[in-house]
């Protein structure tokens, strides 16, 4: 089975848990967690609901392999519309929370309606309830974390919740687990704390052992292990450099984002990368990172643990952030860098652990304040407004800005909006640099023309984790193919988002891919879960995935147009590297997109399609 | 003269659980297969190996019984519910005996054996009868299973390689 096959509904309205079988049927078509939360989502919620409503819901869910000894096997999703972008999101987080929460015997959270009060939601295996968090609100995610340990006298309770960014709304506010492990993007932890919901703490002791097959699933899963293993990315490069591995990569080939996407690569790119993190600094003699680190049942074990310099300006006399926490993964890194012009590692990780502390995308905000630095060069917004003098490259206004976000205080609150609000309101809609709202990750498209495409057609917004053709364009996995080239690409990009789907409703980390492909998911979900989970039949399942999510984004009003590029990546060739003079050809690659998914012209699914992948318009089926 | 006394192995190499906190990623593999080996279930909460996440200083330690030659637990428990594994050296506790009195948590300075509420007895590693399941799953060789009298050997030889390299360099100056 695998699956624990029980949902804990909540309303926060009434203040009331209950337990409901989980629906087999659906599982059977959508696997778990992104899939099968998608199901139920669009199944109880009106996609034209506003994202902050209380009638818009959340729900949290782990995948039949979370819990399991399955390398990677403990990661859970958060699935709501999001408020940044109103169209679905789904965010996913690693740590020890998402086990925790099978462990307990639960699949699912579904939760809906808003609480009158502040509230925290408490799990001890079966047992579930709604507590006062009056004390708790306004509190940072590491005193959250500390509180309700202390609190419960349980040093092993594991807590997913929300920082001040949730409680103010922040559009890209995360849900933080483990003090530094988040469902990081599209604002689901804005949607937490539009329901007066602080936190979920969950003690479970009750364990995962329904597996189907015991004796195949522990042999599939340990050969598995050794393709991980033996991988030069997930065996060596990544527990050595973590994600930020692809830093120096990916400036070389021209295609890092640089100041707001004005240039495609950062001459400060080697102060901020995995090199430099490794290196000892010249104030201290200690390198910047402590550790790699783990999260549940992962063999790749590919997360930063860093320690900021205590002689650093942004830390001085704040010796809270002297210890060592979470550090600059790849994203963050180019988000808080090389988006700003910023060279200094430190602030940088400062930066990161403020994002974890008060629980906000570092992405967005880092890709938000490169449009602020560039708004401020063009003389459009003053020092006077931000509180800052603001040109590219300054640390101490990424500082400045990152201390003010979570709490929205001062141009912290208009930060808070995102890039596409914020420059529209200052009149240069075309500086941000988004998709459906959502600030791009850290590949430029013009130097990596596939991610222009996985871009546009992302149905959580810009985002790399739905379609990285990243993988095979510049690291030839699984196989080569030329980064400045469009043909092809509609193909290798149907072919990432339908695979990732699967990844992402299996309680597995998407991380694996670098090694593995269905061929090794496969064997293990079909020895842990009841079914048929070969290949072929995983191959549609991700695709009816990525299908209902788009069905979800028609019914909330999303068209063609909203599957587009920015003009400046359209339009401003690359200056400098490899792909100097290229723009993206998103206009060449989305109608053979479309076709391939079996869409119409204008990105609708066709009634065939529909019928093949059992979807349907939403106002329809419901 | 203590050692005169013990029964003489013949052949077999007594073996040890070997820690390496420094090679430790927290990915908790070990606890899983700990309580799948002894309850046939994915669950932290059941095993009898603990990893420790010093996250101030990004330490990850696991900790498990270290198999104490004058055991505490097993001279303490009152109605000897702990006896000796003669080819592991383990100490057991043997579920039927057990009456769950807990003297035996008291009487472990280290805290490696623990009561069981599903149970009513006590758990403690038992080294899996020679096939430690923790030691096979660790990921990182943080957690080994080697010679007793020689969990040293790894240390020893880093450090010997370490002069090797000084001595070459002082050849080469």
């Excluded at chain 1, 939360?37 to 959340?58: C, G, H, I, M, Q």
């Excluded at chain 2, 057991?92 to 007895?121: E, M, R, S």
């Amino acid at each position: 089975m695998s699956w624990a096959r029980k949902v804990l509904r909540v309303d926060l309205s009434k203040g009331s848990c209950s337990a409901e079988p989980l629906k087999m049927e659906w599982a059977a078509q959508y696997l778990g967690q992104r899939g099968l939360a998608t199901r139920y989502f669009t199944a109880e919620v009106d996609p034209k609901v506003d994202p902050l409503s209380p009638a818009n819901k959340l729900i949290y869910a782990t995948g039949p392999l979370t819990g399991t000894m399955a390398s990677t096997g403990g990661r859970y999703s958060v699935i709501t519309k999001g408020p940044l972008t109103g169209a679905i999101a789904c965010s996913n987080s690693g740590g020890y929370f998402g086990a925790e929460l099978k462990m307990a015997g639960w699949d699912m959270i579904i939760l809906e309606g808003k609480s009158p009060k502040p509230v925290f939601l408490l799990i001890q295996d079966d047992k579930a309830e709604l507590l006062d968090a009056s004390d708790l609100w306004g509190k940072t995610v590491w005193d959250l974390e500390a509180q309700l340990k202390n609190r419960f006298q349980d040093p092993q309770m594991r807590i997913s919740g929300i920082g001040p960014a949730g409680e103010t709304l922040c559009l890209y506010a995360a849900v933080v687990n483990d003090l530094h492990r988040a469902a990081g993007r599209s604002g689901v932890g804005a949607v937490m704390g539009s329901k007066n919901l602080k936190a979920v703490a969950v003690r479970g002791t009750r364990g995962v052992g329904n597996i189907k097959d015991p004796a195949a699933f522990m042999k599939a899963t340990a050969a598995a292990k050794k393709v991980l293993a033996d991988n030069a990315v997930t065996g060596q490069g990544l527990p050595k450099f973590g994600t930020q591995v692809l830093m120096n990569v990916i400036n070389e080939i021209g295609a890092l984002p640089t100041r707001n996407h004005r240039d495609v690569q950062f001459d400060g790119a080697k102060d901020i990368s995995a090199e430099a993190m490794h290196a000892k600094r010249k104030t201290d003699g200690k390198p910047n990172l402590v550790t790699n680190q783990a999260c549940f049942g992962c063999t790749i074990a590919c997360g930063r643990i860093s320690k900021i310099d205590e002689t650093h300006f942004t830390v001085v006399n704040k010796p809270q952030y002297w210890g060592a926490s979470g550090g600059l993964e790849y994203e963050a890194a180019w988000a808080l860098g090389a988006a700003n012009g910023v060279n200094d590692l430190e602030a940088l990780t400062y930066a990161n652990f403020k994002a974890n502390e008060d629980g906000w995308d570092p992405i967005s905000f880092g890709a938000t304040v490169g449009a602020v630095m560039e708004l401020y060069e063009m003389g459009v917004l003053k020092k006077e407004q931000l509180g800052t003098e603001a040109p590219f490259g300054s640390a101490k206004a990424l500082t400045f800005f990152a201390d003010q976000v979570g709490r929205g205080e001062g141009f912290g609150k208009e930060l808070a909006q995102g890039s596409k609000r914020l420059t529209a309101k200052y009149g240069h809609p075309e500086l941000s640099m988004t998709v459906k709202g959502q600030e791009f990750p850290a590949y430029d498209s013009r130097g990596i023309q596939g991610m222009g495409l996985a871009y546009a057609t992302a149905n959580r917004g810009a985002c790399h984790l739905r379609g990285y053709t990243v993988a095979s364009e510049v690291l030839g996995i699984p196989v080569k193919t030329d980064p400045h080239a469009t043909e092809g690409k509609a193909a290798l990009v149907k072919a990432f988002q339908d695979a990732t789907s699967v990844f992402d409703s299996s309680g597995l980390c998407l991380f694996t891919s670098f090694a593995w492909t269905l061929q090794d998911v496969a064997p293990q979900l079909q020895a842990a879960c009841e079914g048929d989970w070969s290949v072929d039949n995983l191959n549609v399942v991700g695709e009816r995935i990525w299908n209902l999510e788009k069905e979800f984004n028609l019914a909330a009003g999303l068209t063609k147009k909203d599957d587009d590029l920015p003009p400046r990546l359209k339009k401003e060739p690359a200056k400098t590297g490899p792909a100097k003079g290229l723009v993206n050809g998103l206009d060449k690659m989305l109608p053979e997109y479309y076709q391939l998914r079996g869409w119409n012209a204008e990105g609708v699914p066709s009634a065939e399609t529909r019928k093949r992948l059992g979807t349907a318009p939403l106002g329809e089926r419901r | 003269m203590r050692s005169l006394e013990r029964p003489i192995r013949g052949g077999n190499v007594q073996k040890s659980l070997h820690i390496d906190p420094a090679k430790c990623t927290g990915c908790l593999q070990c606890e899983m297969a700990c309580s799948y080996e002894n309850y046939q279930v994915f669950n932290p909460a059941k095993s009898r190996i603990k990893v420790f996440d010093f996250h101030h200083t990004g330490r990850k330690v696991p900790y498990t019984c270290t198999q104490c030659d004058e055991a505490w637990c097993l001279h303490a428990c009152p109605v000897e519910a702990i006896k000796v594994d003669a080819a592991t050296g383990a100490k057991v506790v043997l579920d039927d005996v057990c009456v769950g009195c807990k003297v035996c948590t008291i009487a472990c300075p280290f805290g490696t054996v623990n009561y069981v509420q599903d149970t009513g007895k006590v758990q403690k590693c038992d080294l899996c009868a020679g096939n430690p399941a923790c030691a096979e799953a660790c990921p990182t060789g943080a957690i080994t299973y080697v010679d007793a009298d020689w969990t040293g050997l790894g240390k020893m030889r880093q450090w010997a390689q370490k002069l090797d390299t000084q001595s070459a360099a002082g050849h080469a100056a």
